[in-house]
Each structure stands twice: as C-alpha cells, then as structure tokens.
C-alpha cells in the first residue's frame, strides 16, 4: 500500500505540519514524532534504536514485529497513511544524536515494509533558515547586537549549528 512519508529537515515547519495538519485530518492516518502523538513510538520503529519509554535498545525480532503490526493497521485504514519523523534525516550526524539509525538502515526498513512509499522532504531558504534557528535556538540571549561574523565565531555556533550545516569558510 502506498504511504507518504514526511522528512522535515530541521526550522522548516515539520512541527506545525505535524500538529495542524497531520494530526487534524480526517482524510489522513497520521503517524507522528511528537512526543505526545498515539503514533510516536510506532513512527519511532524505523528511526530510534531505543524506543520512548524503553530502557534497552529494540531487539530485530521485536522492532519486526512491531513493523508488521504497524503495516497491518495501515493496510487496514481506508484513510491515506502519512509517517512524520524528523529524525528520517539525523542519522548524518550520529556522533551528536546516539539513539538514531543511520539513513541507509531507515531507508531498507521503509523499503521492505512499504515498497510503494512516496518521500515528501521539506526545506527551506538557507538565509532564513539560518536566522530562524539562531533566533529559535538563541531566545533569551541578547543575539541582536552582535555581527553575523561575532555569531558564527561564537561556542554556541561552533558546538551546535555547525554540525548540521558543515559550514565552512
């Protein structure tokens, strides 16, 4: 059965997506990575090495039996199935976010359970998406003042915008 599945790289409105039009739909079966959506943990199966509320990492028999009943319950729906996780596209940075498959491992999982999926990735403007997560990622610090060169020289940019954008003079 042909499913979408929705990869929202980071400031690019992945959330409201989620929140507002996902999750309200009457025509869609909406499975999502919002910590508080029902379908949290089942979008989780193809990204998360540990699933939310587990202590231990998923074994391969059990992630298998859960993707099975998750595609048992979407080829039972007659409403059009859509899978939202942002961390789709966070394996690339494995070193800075541990509990996340690389991309290779999450594309053979969709791969062999929905054949038929169709992959709606979204992005953004780099400028505004730059200044989105600056003024997202920076609220409460005084960043007005401060030259783009002073932020992009600055711990903050280094540590943690950097990885994601390989930003490199």
């Known amino acids: 059965r042909e499913c979408v599945f929705h990869i929202g790289y980071p400031k690019t409105a992945s959330t409201f997506l989620q929140r507002q039009i996902f999750e309200n739909s009457q025509e869609l079966l909406a499975f999502t990575a919002l910590g508080d959506s029902p379908g949290h943990n089942e979008v989780s199966l193809f990204t998360n090495k540990i699933i939310s509320g587990e202590?231990?990492?998923?074994?391969?028999?059990?992630?298998?039996?859960?993707l099975l009943a998750l595609k048992e319950k979407i080829?039972?729906?007659?409403?059009?199935?859509i899978l939202s996780h942002e961390s789709m596209i966070i394996g690339q940075w494995q070193e800075y976010y541990t509990n996340f498959e690389n991309?290779?491992?999450?594309?053979q999982r969709i791969c062999e359970y929905f054949p038929q999926a169709k992959i709606m990735i979204c992005?953004?403007?780099?400028?505004?998406?730059?200044?989105?997560w600056f003024r997202h990622d920076l609220r409460g610090y005084n960043i007005s003042t401060k030259s783009i060169?002073?932020?992009?020289?600055s711990e903050y940019f280094k540590d943690n915008i950097m990885p994601f954008i390989k930003y490199n003079r």
């Open 55 to 66: 202590n231990t990492a998923i074994t391969d028999e059990e992630r298998a039996r859960r």
């Open 75 to 81: 080829d039972s729906s007659s409403r059009k199935p």
């Open 103 to 107: 991309p290779e491992t999450v594309c």
């Open 123 to 132: 992005i953004r403007d780099q400028v505004s998406w730059l200044d989105s």
């Open 149 to 153: 060169s002073e932020i992009i020289d």
